[in-house]
Each structure stands twice: as structure tokens, then as C-alpha cells.
């Protein structure tokens, strides 16, 4: 089926070439503004710098222990892993990497439906961990406030029983749900609280870095889980998308399917192996809906999604997110870095990343979904599975693109992006 139909009084009909979700965009509905009113911003207030939420630096000890961070020293990035609790202000993190506390699949939903055991690398960190006093009492906290939020008996013990730290704290070091933190919660000099820093904020090598440890950490649950099929990473901006903080994250989540949309896309792979090539950066580029590229990737208006969006493409079908070399994540992360700072931080926006998991013997590349959520769904769509879009792929395009025109004069987004 053709994926875009333009009908004789304007009105498009949409059909993702991947998926086959069907999207209609109505004409006169797509007048409305979109972004967040903020009708009254809030002076900050210095003396809670850094402690505006549980992701911020200030509250290290908020979130789960630690699995990984990214230090810069000047030019150069490295990633420690493993610190114990007395160590989490020796440097200043750019990005972290921990579970989270309340993840979707438990340790045990693995641990019993599939026998997943913590790697010794899990173990040995645990061990560390609460071998220290503030480590252990990291964790006993940790504890009971998952076993407080379950109704657990005993979470509020003067001493917490040896047998329920070691309960909690197996899943608190080996989740299979991680969090993935960036250092700023509002852009440096903010001065009120609308200022978040959005990933369009970000310079484009700090969103490099963060693209670069988030394939890093993906490969690393599909290393330490066997039976993870797929997994999901996505990054939800603000409350309206889903966020719990107003501070800029990314989720992965392991799961033990490969998912529909994954499972759709694979069916329709093994037909037309060039299938992304060819419905997705050549059909954009005959339809008129390119934004940007850079030398191996192409960002455009994505067609047959729930919402208006962006969607990024790494030209490499055959390798994984994590075989990439180096400049093909930095092509692909300069695009995505682009068509945020595009978006505006004050749009809610989810970023669904798709990929080829390692099991799967087909031509699937690394790209990203930016959905604007600019619109609600409602008992139209629940009843007929097609949604409907207020702007179509040609708006969102040329929204786009006169917005990073803008950008790109001042300097904002990376000199590898050419605009179209
Ligand atoms: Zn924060």
C-alpha cells in the first residue's frame, strides 16, 4: 500500500511502511500551537541547586547504586563503573547509568521465568557495596522503600533482617531496567523553572557522548541477559510524554519478546530486504520529506506514526547499534541532537529508538523516532486503530527545517548536518 494518499479535499491518509499503522491527518485541525504553556514560571531558588529532583547530582544516593558513569576530563571521556557509595562525589559525572528503582520486568519475573542469574560482575559489585556503611545503608533504604511500595511487612523494622536486604538488593544491582541521567537538570544560568535542559540543549559532543554510552549500555543488557530478545531504549521529555522528572533521561528496558513493532518490520524485511532503505530515506526523499543528513545518516518527517514526527536513519542496515564505528554514531547523533534543538525544549516529546536486535539475522539499522505530543488519543483511535495526526509529514518538515536554517546561523547544532 502506497504510505501516503492525499485525498481531493486535502485530508492525508498515512500507512507506515513498517508497521502498517495508519494515521490520518484532517486539513484545519493543525492550526493549534504546540509546546507547553508555561504561564508562570518560578524564579530558582539557589539552595536547591542540584537537588531539584531524585536524578539530580545533589541526591545520588536517591536512585539505585550506581553501574556506570561518564567522567570528562577536558577533551577526553572515560566511563567508570562500579564506585561504591563513599566514591559517588570523587568526580562529577557527565551522564550515569543505574537501575531503576521500580523496574517493569523484576529480577524475579527473569529469575523465575527464564533463570537469569546476576553476572559476577553484578555480584562482586554488590558485595562492595554493602560491605561499606554508606553503602549499606544506601541499599537498606533502597529496600524498604520498594518493600513499602509493594506492602511488604517488615519494611519498617528498626533493623532490617538480614534475608530482606539480600532479597531487595539482588534486583537493586541487577536490573534489568536502567536509567541513563544527564548532568544538568535546567541549562547552566537558568534562572527560572521553565529552563530544562532539553537534549537539544546539549552540546553536540555531550549529545555524542550520551548517544555513545546509551548503545553501550544497550549492548550490555542483551551481554549479561541471554534471554533478553529485545531491547527497548527511549527517552520520554517531560510530564505530558510520560516523564517522572523534568530531567533529561533515557530508558532501557530488556524484554524477553521481540515486540510487535519488531516482529511486523522483521515479516516484512525477510520479503524486501531493502526495505528500510527503500520506504524509508528514498521514499522520503521522493516525497519531498528530507530535514537534514549527515554522511551516513538521513533525518526526516516520519510517516504512520500516533503523533507528529522526526525519525532519524543510520544508512547501515547490517551492523548493529554497537558494531557502528565511531563516526557513524556521531552522524547519527548529530541528526537526532539537531531535530531536537528543532523541536524546542518546551515540546513533549518521546524518542523510540529501534534496532536490529543480535539474534536477528536480517537487515534492520539503528534509527530513532522523535514524536511530538502535540495531541491527545482518544476513543477514535482506541476504536479504530487509526490515529489522527494535526500536522502532516510536509508540516512537520518545513517546521523543521526553518527552525534548524535558524539554529544552524548561530552555531547551535553540529557543522556535520546539512540542512535540506
Ligand atoms: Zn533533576
Not at 99 to 127: C, K, M, Q, V
Not at 236 to 255: T, Y
Not at 314 to 324: I, Q
Amino acid at each position: 500500500m502506497e504510505p501516503l494518499t492525499r485525498l481531493p479535499d486535502g485530508t492525508i491518509k498515512q500507512v507506515n511502511p513498517f508497521t502498517g499503522t495508519k494515521v490520518w491527518t484532517l486539513p484545519g485541525r493543525g492550526a493549534r500551537p504546540f509546546g507547553v504553556a508555561r504561564p508562570d514560571p518560578a524564579p530558582l531558588d539557589p539552595g536547591q541547586h542540584d537537588r531539584h529532583c531524585a536524578f539530580c547530582w545533589g541526591r545520588m544516593r536517591d536512585t539505585t547504586p550506581e553501574i556506570a558513569r561518564v567522567v570528562r576530563d577536558g577533551s577526553s571521556w572515560r566511563e567508570v563503573r562500579g564506585l561504591l557509595a563513599e566514591q559517588l562525589d570523587d568526580t562529577v559525572p557527565e551522564l550515569r547509568l543505574f537501575p531503576n528503582l521500580f523496574e517493569i520486568l523484576t529480577y524475579d519475573y527473569w529469575h523465575l521465568a527464564h533463570g537469569y542469574e546476576p553476572t559476577p560482575e553484578s555480584l562482586a559489585h554488590r558485595t562492595a557495596y554493602l560491605s561499606t556503611p554508606a553503602g549499606r545503608a544506601h541499599v537498606t533504604a533502597l529496600a524498604r522503600i520498594r518493600m513499602r511500595a509493594r506492602g511488604a511487612s517488615g519494611a519498617d523494622a528498626d533493623r532490617l533482617p538480614a534475608e530482606d536486604l539480600e532479597r531487595e538488593s539482588l534486583g537493586l544491582f541487577a536490573g534489568n531496567h536502567q536509567v541513563i541521567v544527564s548532568r544538568r537538570h535546567f541549562v547552566d544560568g537558568a534562572t527560572d523553572d521553565s529552563q530544562n535542559a532539553a537534549a537539544g540543549t546539549l552540546t553536540p559532543e555531550e549529545h555524542w557522548q550520551y548517544t555513545r554510552f546509551t548503545i553501550r549500555a544497550v549492548h550490555g543488557l542483551y551481554r549479561d541477559n541471554p534471554h533478553a530478545q529485545y531491547v527497548s531504549a527511549f527517552q520520554n521529555w517531560l510530564r505530558p510524554a510520560g516523564a517522572s522528572f523534568e530531567h533529561l533521561h533515557k530508558q532501557l528496558i530488556a524484554i524477553d519478546e521481540p515486540g510487535v513493532d519488531l516482529e511486523r518490520e522483521s515479516e516484512r524485511v525477510r520479503a524486501e530486504p531493502d526495505l528500510f532503505a527503500r520506504w524509508g530515506p528514498e521514499y522520503a526523499e521522493a516525497q519531498g520529506l528530507v530535514v537534514a543528513r549527515t554522511a551516513t545518516a538521513m533525518a526526516c518527517a516520519g510517516i504512520g506514526h500516533q503523533y507528529p514526527s522526526l525519525v532519524v536513519y543510520t544508512a547501515n542496515t547490517s551492523r548493529r547499534p554497537w558494531e557502528l564505528s565511531d563516526e557513524e554514531v556521531r552522524d547519527f547523533s548529530d541528526l537526532l541532537h539537531a531535530c531536537h534543538a528543532a523541536t524546542g525544549s518546551d515540546v513533549p516529546t518521546n524518542e523510540e529508538w529501534h534496532h536490529g536486535p543480535p539474534a536477528l539475522g536480517l537487515p534492520v539499522p539503528l534509527r530513532a523516532v522523535i514524536k511530538w505530543r502535540v495531541s491527545t488519543l482518544g476513543g477514535f483511535e482506541g476504536g479504530t486503530k487509526i490515529y489522527v495526526n494535526t500536522i502532516d509529514p510536509w508540516g512537520v518538515r518545513e517546521h523543521t527545517v526553518t527552525r534548524l536554517h535558524a539554529l544552524a546561523a548561530q552555531g547551535l547544532v553540529s557543522e556535520r548536518v546539512e540542512v535540506a
